[in-house]
């Protein structure tokens, strides 16, 4: 395989990285307050649509994102009051989202399904696209791919180095501790909450604005799981996440790269294997049982009632 | 005023009103829509929920799509009373549908009277396959049961797509991705005359009724409900939870595999892509709406499959997208789940402001 071919599979690893890494960055501040939310897919798909209709309506991809960002917060608040007010099971609850956001965005995109818009376009970083295959392969992308850069490092040092990201951490650990010292948790899981959805609804717009400027149903194809998996891949880490993102990106253009090596293989069998990858990775991962309760925010999935001691 | 008070004992009422609040709430939320969109409301809701069971050709086209929303939520039910989140019902439906054509096709034009119950055990064991290895993975490496089942649904999505564009493809199919037509040996019969209601609606009642058995009568089932209500008790009381995982979940993987089967060999006739419109995503929703109960999923799959009818009549007769089923399947989780606010709390009124 030569060099330049390389280069173009690291690429295209990078660009379909990058809607994954918007949603798994959410859902894993998300689930550091220690909620899971499993309407990713479900956020993600109305972000796709909506941001579609708003580009498409207004001419402005710009827009289309600002409005994918506005749906995927709303989308997110319905999960927050059922699970947060009203202490619904977290897993049906965002099951529930994910089959309500499947089906209204094929409601309301049925329209412009085959319409076609006028995206982001790439924009090489002068000075740095210019060195050699870093520049091309991380450089020389659309104005999302390096919003996602930004955000891996702010991430990183809100939830490493603020207090807002100790706050954050120490309602997921123990949030009935967290309570007791005067830090409202409700708030800080709604607000997790929220954040979680406008990644998600980033990352449905990156999918119908740049990584293909249409809508189709089910455009995700299952990417907001993916991320889920991501999250744990990743053990809650921010830095994993972008690594992670990266490496899922190369198993979705595995295909690619077997044409590269010359082989020839069903496209249908190679459509499997991102979720073939996801199941792999999760097993290894998982494998160790004490190193993921360590890992894992001490809380997630489970309700707090504020009535309740502990 | 009127604020929350906490239940000092669950609600047995309100686990029963709210199913059909939550009903009633989807309908509104449904009635508002359609005037939001510029349709008429009442005839939207005829054509949704009347239409479908206002024919006998209808009726039995509903207990059609009763079937396999049935199979799959029963077993879905004792999953998750067991406190396993399998997801996977569709990827186990598809597989049992994957399997048994491989069988049916094996056969061929034999008139041999095995070829039927073989096709069918070969879809269920399909279907067990399916959900053996998740929980395999689960037990055993500790994975995440909800991400892998999910992940074996996609995986059984395109290994069958794969299957009818290559080994099972109709050689004589003008190169349609789908396989030749199953011989009547290998159909399942239907019940009535005048009707495609089949064998394999005989089969999800009866499943019910053998998984309420199950639940309420045997040991097995005292360790499923001990299990999904207090762990550690029935750790302590010294059940087996890997053994009750595997019964569980293999139970539930031989009844969508079953429900695979059934619909290949019932009222389509061949594999074809589109087995499933999702139905095992939405017997998820039945069996939260049947409140776990195997008897109560006879009820719930009834009105979703009317949902499933009232779609594609909806989008035949007033031009709405058929995705409007899977909206408010979405919708009426939503109004469940909050209903179920209700069973442990209440609202209280009072004259006085309370602090």
Partial sequence: ?310 | MIHIQARTEPSSLMKIASPLLAIALTLVFGCVLFSAIGKSPTQALHVLLIAPLADSYNIGEMFVKMGPLLLCAVGLSLCYRANLWNIGAEGQLLAGALGGSAMALYFGDSNSLFALPVTLLAGIVSGMLWAAIPTYLKLRFNSNLILTTIMFNYIGLYLLIWAVHGPLRDPQGFGFPESAMFADATLLPTLFESSRIHLGVAFAVISAFIAWFILSKSHLGFQIRVFGSDEPAAKYAGFSGKKLSWMVMLFAGALAGLAGVSETTGPIGQLVPNVSPGYGYSAIIVAYLGRLHPLGAILAAVFMAVLYMGGDLAQIEMGIPVAVVSMFQGVLLFFLLACDFFINNRLAFSNQATN
């Fill in chain 1, 1 to 310: 395989m030569d060099s330049d071919l390389i280069v173009q599979i690291l690429f295209a690893a990078v660009k379909t990285g990058t809607p994954l890494l918007f949603i798994a960055l959410g859902e894993v501040i998300c689930e550091k307050s220690g909620i899971l939310n499993l309407g990713q897919e479900g956020m993600m798909l109305m972000g796709a649509v909506v941001g579609f209709l708003a580009a498409y309506g207004t001419g402005s991809a710009g827009l289309g994102v600002l409005a994918a960002m506005i749906m995927g917060c709303i989308m997110s608040l319905i999960f927050a009051v059922l699970v947060l007010h009203l202490g619904a099971n977290q897993v049906a609850t965002g099951l529930a989202l994910t089959i309500f956001g499947t089906g209204l965005s094929a409601f309301i995109g049925s329209g412009v399904v085959g319409q076609t818009i006028q995206g982001f376009q790439p924009i090489a970083i002068p000075l740095l696209s210019d060195i050699p295959f870093i520049g091309r392969i991380l450089f020389s992308h659309d104005i999302l791919v390096y919003t996602s850069f930004a955000m891996t490092f702010i991430l990183m040092f809100v939830v490493y180095k603020t207090r807002i990201g100790l706050t954050l951490t120490a309602v997921g650990e123990n949030p009935h501790a967290a309570n007791a010292i005067g830090i409202k948790v409700l708030r800080v899981r709604y607000l997790a909450v929220m954040f979680g959805g406008v990644m998600a609804g980033i990352s449905g717009a990156y999918m119908s604005l740049v990584y293909t400027p249409m809508w189709v149903e089910n455009m995700t194809a299952g990417r907001g799981w993916i991320a889920l998996a991501l999250v744990v891949f990743a053990s809650w880490r921010i830095g994993r996440i972008m690594l992670g993102a990266y490496l899922f990106g190369v198993a979705s253009i595995m295909h690619l790269v077997l044409q590269g090596l010359g082989w020839s293989i069903s496209p249908n069998l190679l459509a499997m294997l991102p979720y073939v990858a996801t199941v792999i990775v999760m097993v290894i991962i998982s494998a160790d049982k004490f190193k993921e309760k360590l890992l894992a925010p001490r809380s997630l999935g489970k309700t707090f009632d504020p009535r309740q001691m502990a």
